[in-house]
C-alpha cells in the first residue's frame, strides 16, 4: 500500500490501483489499500467503483477515517454537481458493461420515466424496492442520472 501511495502521488491511478488489488489478495483486511482503491477511482471519476472499494474498507473497519471522508467526498461531489453534466464521464460509465445492463434493463427504465414525469414520487419508488434504489444509485454516480 506505501507503493501504491508513491503511485498516486506521480499519478498512476490504475498502477496504484492493481497494487491495492495485490495488497487486499495478500490481506483482504486491510483497510487501507481499500480506501487507498477507492481514492484512485475517486480521482478517476469512477464513483462507482470509488463507492464499492470505500465500501469493503468499511465492512472490515466501520470506523475507517479515509473510507468514512471517501464516501463523504463523493457523496458532496455527487450531491453538489447540480444539473452539471460530464460527458466525457458519461460516456466512460456508458463502456461499462454493468451500466449498460442496468440502462437496459425495463424495469429501470419504466422507474426512471416515471422519475422523470413525476420527480416528487421518486423517494418512494427507491424506498420501496433497495434493488431499484441501488441501481438508480449508480447511475447517479456515474453522472447518468440527476436527482433534485
Known amino acids: 500500500a506505501n507503493r501504491a501511495a508513491a503511485l498516486m502521488k506521480l499519478c498512476a491511478y ?3 490501483i492493481r497494487d491495492c488489488e495485490e495488497c487486499l489478495k495478500l490481506d483482504p483486511k486491510f483497510v487501507k489499500a481499500h ?3 477507492g481514492q484512485c477511482y475517486a ?3 469512477d464513483y462507482n467503483k470509488a463507492v464499492k472499494a470505500f ?6 473497519e466501520p470506523n475507517d477515517a479515509a473510507c468514512q471522508q471517501g464516501m463523504a467526498d463523493i457523496n ?3 450531491n453538489s454537481r447540480g444539473g452539471e453534466v460530464d460527458e466525457a464521464q458519461v460516456q466512460q460509465a456508458m463502456k461499462d458493461p454493468e451500466i449498460q445492463k442496468i440502462m437496459h434493463d425495463p424495469q429501470i427504465q419504466m422507474v426512471l420515466k416515471e422519475m422523470q414525469a413525476n420527480p416528487r414520487t421518486a423517494n418512494d419508488i427507491l424506498q420501496k424496492d433497495p434493488q431499484v434504489a441501488a441501481a438508480v444509485q449508480k447511475l447517479m454516480l456515474a453522472g447518468i442520472v440527476k436527482l433534485g
Open 43 to 45: 480521482v478517476m471519476k
Open 55 to 60: 465500501q469493503e474498507g468499511l465492512a472490515v
Open 14 to 16: 490504475p498502477d496504484a
Open 35 to 37: 480506501a487507498r482503491k
Open 76 to 78: 458532496n461531489f455527487v
